[in-house]
């Protein structure tokens, strides 16, 4: 096995760079052998882009980059057929970011469509496979993200998480995923898919991996008007110790874990205990449905966000309108091509968000999910005023066939249940790989906390992730035979 | 009044004044804020609506309005908002506009001009859209985004007893404020003051709660006089019904599309 298989970026950088140089080639060159069997990327880079001789702190690596997170040099179709050969002339705040550190990249990677989903069958490149088990899925909408960084084929990733979508790709397949605060990375380049909920986080093989690139992303952007910081604060760091107070939302984790999921989860707790932590139970004593409130806001956003496609810019051009009876050649033209264009799990949400926006429906849908949020914000917040951190699964289960919910989509929603929460109070959360099931594959758990208080979050999955001593680089199966 | 077939209903007409705010840049990027421009010269990945780009809001526009505001005696909101007014058009490069609905920059406020006090409902900022040209090959049209945009104060009067003539003269006097003031140029021929009238008919026991009666938009009546006819139309009930019918044309509402997905929605929430 090649070292950089399973190497952390921390491990890479004790390397000289001409090693570095080296394994990144060796990387881009296992991509174009091993993503057709995957489908981790839309489209891989080669020459330039994967290996730029630019000086800085990531000089000799390169990330995979989420096909909804625009750059100069590569198409940016968010995996939908509406935005085919779509090349943003602007490199977002994050990929400025990298660009400034010497990374450099290694593809686009597969989404579901514009970030609707949690499976990533939803693209127009097909499924993306989950290296544990091809059969599986490995989660959504940042499957594509999750399973590069899993399989060796990026040092890291960039996704996106609205509502649990970088944390559930990472526990499908066993990486750390982090999702920041909202509005402490800058959107700026982010395609959206709900405005007030989208926020860019980093997929990684360790929790330091997580940190060193959240340092380079977090900060203030002039270009994006929500993202106020702070930057990276070594004052905001803390030694880990004992006496840090975690809260288990018992209302929330409820009866919904699988057996072997619920078994490791209260396992995790007690190593936990064993650092000197404190964990109580509580509830937060949720008004609403956290999925069904997530649902009605998301999809409002999402039909307000997408409504710009509309084929007369960029994007597929129209072909024969339909027969759009008496209504303007313009609006026939239009409907002609979000019909051909947008997959239909993206259709689905742009209809429900238009019901639950259209005059008379405002009211008794959107206005009281936003009512719901806010109350379980309020919730949230509170609690974290007590606590360092509440701790929840990621998923009931581990990663689910392929296919599983090709008869029923909307059985598929509540597989965001353990993470709408963070995502609707704009709280930061944590993925951390605990173990595997009986099936050979990942679970994992979650740390939400304060806003603003990644350090915190960091420094205290850094010392669970040694104490459990599980790393998906070391346990992983496939690589065995390399 | 019965004899005129509108059964003692008085005319109204309220007037909605766009002000194309003389600032150097548009409302929500940094692209220079220019009406002459060679087409689309003054653009970028914001003003085209492209996927990933965001608006950060003018400090410019917002002052420029304010100026406006405390002119006219308005109450300027220690918080205001802005919200997304959806229409699918080829002039509107995100199929939304940025307007301000339900937090605007300023409410109240008046202009008094030869004894008619014409009462102000708000004003507020939004974005202006594209402008549609012909197409290189008949039968085609091509769109300008110079414009798209472009920073607009609204001015949205409370409706008052129509009187043609006085309207006339209180408009010229609005215009002098707005390019006395600094605030646009104020020239309606090319657009960058342009105004529309709501028309409607209030019953004499409803004088106080115009909004309880029918109303109906006249758009972009781009000179005084414009205005004065358009305030005259009530009195030609099937010219008047025409422009109404227009008007609601330009409605692309989502009601009726929402309706099919009820079952889903009941589904999932
Ligand atoms: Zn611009």
């Known amino acids: 096995m090649s070292w950089w298989r399973a190497a952390t970026v921390v491990e890479a950088l004790r390397r000289p760079l001409r090693e570095r140089r080296e394994a990144t080639a060796a990387m881009a060159r296992a991509c174009v052998r091993e993503n057709p069997a995957l489908g981790c990327y839309t489209h891989v880079l080669a020459g330039d882009a994967a290996a730029p001789l630019v000086a800085g702190p990531l000089a000799g690596l390169a990330a995979a980059i989420k096909a909804n997170i625009c750059g100069v040099g590569w198409p940016n179709d968010c995996a939908s057929r509406i935005l085919t050969d779509y090349h943003s002339p602007f490199d977002s705040t994050a990929v400025t970011a990298l660009r400034e550190a010497g990374c450099g990249f290694l593809g686009l990677a597969n989404m579901d469509e514009f970030g609707m989903g949690s499976s990533c069958e939803y693209s127009n490149y097909g499924p993306v496979r989950n290296p544990w088990n091809r059969e599986r899925t490995a989660g959504g909408s940042s499957g594509g993200s999750a399973a590069a960084v899993a399989a060796g084929l990026a040092w890291f990733a960039l996704g996106s998480d609205t509502g649990g979508s970088v944390r559930l790709p990472a526990h499908c397949c066993g990486i750390v995923g982090l999702k920041p605060t909202y509005g402490r990375v800058s959107r700026y380049g982010l395609v959206p898919f709900a405005s007030s909920l989208d926020v860019i986080g980093v997929l990684a093989r360790s929790v330091a991996d997580a940190r060193l690139v959240f340092r380079l992303l977090a900060g203030p952007d002039p270009r994006d008007a929500t993202c106020a910081g702070p930057a990276w604060s070594a004052d905001r760091e803390e030694a880990p110790g004992a006496g840090w107070r975690l809260a288990v939302p018992r209302d929330l984790v409820g009866g919904a874990l699988a057996p072997v999921a619920a078994k490791d989860f209260e396992h995790n707790l007690i190593r936990c205990r064993q650092l000197g932590w404190i964990v109580d139970d509580m509830d937060i004593g949720f008004a609403a449905d956290p999925v069904r409130t997530y649902l009605v806001i998301a999809a409002a956003e999402a039909s307000s966000n997408l409504a710009r496609y509309d084929g007369s810019l960029y994007g597929i051009a129209p072909g024969n309108p339909d027969t759009g009876g008496d209504d303007p050649p313009y609006l026939r033209a239009v409907r002609e091509v979000r019909s051909r264009g947008f997959g239909p799990e993206v259709q689905r949400r742009l209809m429900l968000g238009a019901y639950v926006l259209a005059a008379g429906h405002r009211d008794r849908f959107y206005h009281r999910a936003c009512a719901a949020r806010r109350d379980l914000a309020a919730r949230m917040t509170a609690a974290l005023r007590r606590y360092d951190a509440l701790v929840l699964p990621t998923a009931a289960g581990g990663a689910w066939p392929l296919g599983a919910y090709r008869h029923d989509p909307v059985a598929m929603y509540p597989a965001d249940r353990f993470t709408v929460p963070a995502s609707l109070a704009g709280l930061p959360a944590l993925t951390l790989p605990t173990g595997l099931d009986d099936e050979g594959l990942p679970l994992s758990i979650q740390l939400v906390g304060a806003a603003r208080s990644e350090e915190k979050l960091l420094a205290m999955a850094e010392a669970l992730e040694q104490e459990l001593a599980f790393r998906a680089g070391k346990e992983a199966p496939w690589w065995r035979t390399d | ?269």
């Open chain 2, 1 to 269: 009044m019965v004899a005129d077939g509108l059964n003692g209903l008085r005319p109204a007409v309220g007037l909605e004044i766009h002000v194309r705010l003389r600032a150097p840049t548009k409302l929500f990027c940094g692209c220079r804020n220019d009406a002459h421009a060679e087409p689309n010269t003054l653009i970028c990945p914001v003003c085209m609506g492209l996927p990933g780009s965001l608006p950060v809001l003018s400090a410019d526009a917002v002052m420029l309005g304010a100026r406006m505001a405390l002119a006219l005696g308005a109450r300027v909101a220690p918080v205001s908002r802005f919200d997304r007014k959806h229409y699918f058009y080829p002039d509107l490069p995100r199929n939304y506009q940025i307007t301000q609905k339900q937090a605007p920059l300023a409410v109240g406020g008046s202009l008094a001009v030869a004894g008619m006090t014409m009462p102000l409902e708000r004003m507020h900022l939004e974005e202006d859209a594209g402008r549609l040209l012909a197409g290189p090959r008949p039968g085609t049209v091509a769109v300008d985004l110079n414009r798209a945009g472009a920073p607009l104060l609204e001015i949205v009067t409370r409706p008052v007893p129509a009187a043609g003539a006085g309207i006339r003269a209180w408009l010229r006097e609005l215009r002098r404020l707005v390019r006395w003031l600094g605030i646009g140029d104020g020239s309606l021929e090319d657009g960058s003051l342009r105004c529309d009238a709501n028309v409607g008919f209030v019953a004499p026991a409803d004088r106080d709660d115009p909004a309880a009666s029918a109303w109906s938009e006249l758009k972009n009546l781009n000179s005084p006089g414009a205005v004065q006819r358009a305030v005259a139309y009530y009195r030609r009930p099937r010219t008047w019904r025409s422009i109404q019918k227009r008007a609601m044309d330009r409605d692309f509402s989502w009601r009726k599309s929402a309706e099919a997905y009820r079952a889903l929605y009941r589904r999932v929430a």
